[in-house]
């Protein structure tokens, strides 16, 4: 008996085409930091060593910047979090909200 029906596989429908072309929604934490490297180097040397680190965020309306002191406990690359320890305590970090990171003076 012969198949009839039409071969869908080989047809690509414009919503298909669409939902393929979409990138995946987790974006590169560090993609707006102007030097990965640095940011990287920065991020291990407080992790290993215990340096204080100056960490310039960006705000929920991302207008303005706040900057947080402190060293890196734990880097979570799933969550996409950093964990600092602060004078006021630990705090969490969203590292897509990161704008810059110097090591503190």
Known sequence: MKNNRF????????AFRA?????DKRQDPVKGVPNRQEFQRLIELSLRHGIALDIV?????KKS????TGIVREVNPHNG?????TPEG????????????????
């Open 57 to 61: 965020t960006r705000v929920c309306n």
């Open 19 to 23: 939902v393929c072309s979409k990138h």
């Open 7 to 14: 071969p869908a596989t080989h047809m690509v429908t414009p």
């Open 65 to 68: 910047t706040g900057l947080q």
């Open 90 to 105: 630990c705090k969490i970090l969203a590292a897509s909200s990161i704008c810059n990171i110097y090591a503190a003076e």
């Open 81 to 85: 979090t950093l964990t600092i320890e």
